[in-house]
């Protein structure tokens, strides 16, 4: 079993950072890729950036220039460093992380959610 959890969101005005953080836990062989994706209601969850286990990334490029993905293999845990807020950019975001366990190959996991708020 894998355990996938966010934190770090909340709300902040136009201009200002949040870091978002997820740790993902139990019986990890290895994870993939990691990455952060977001949903307004009605519409579609999108990918806002996904990183490799060797660093690699990609951005949305509705963020590209204001958020930065990074992640520490050793602790399991990806953040994504959010600057120059804009209101939209209000949305729930979700942790996601390919994990291979004892038991499967590489398989998709996703955190709860966490909500971010910009204000104008």
């Known amino acids: 079993q894998v355990h996938v959890a966010e934190s770090g969101g909340g709300l902040v005005q136009a201009g200002g950072s949040l870091r978002l953080s997820c740790a993902a836990s139990?019986?990890?062989?290895?994870?993939?890729?990691m990455g952060w994706y977001r949903q307004t209601p009605g519409k579609q969850r999108e990918l806002v950036a996904a990183?490799?286990?060797?660093?690699?990334?990609n951005y949305a490029d509705s963020v590209k220039g204001r958020f930065t993905i990074s992640r520490d293999n050793a602790k399991n845990t990806v953040y994504l460093q959010m600057n120059s807020l804009k209101p939209e950019d209000t949305a729930v975001y979700y942790c996601?992380?390919?994990?291979?366990?004892?038991?499967?190959?590489?398989?998709?996991?996703w955190g709860q959610g966490t909500q971010v708020t910009v204000s104008s």
């Open positions: 996601n992380a390919i994990v291979r366990t004892p038991w499967d190959t590489g398989r998709n996991y």
């Open positions: 139990g019986s990890i062989v290895s994870i993939n890729t």
């Open positions: 990183i490799t286990k060797g660093g690699s990334t």
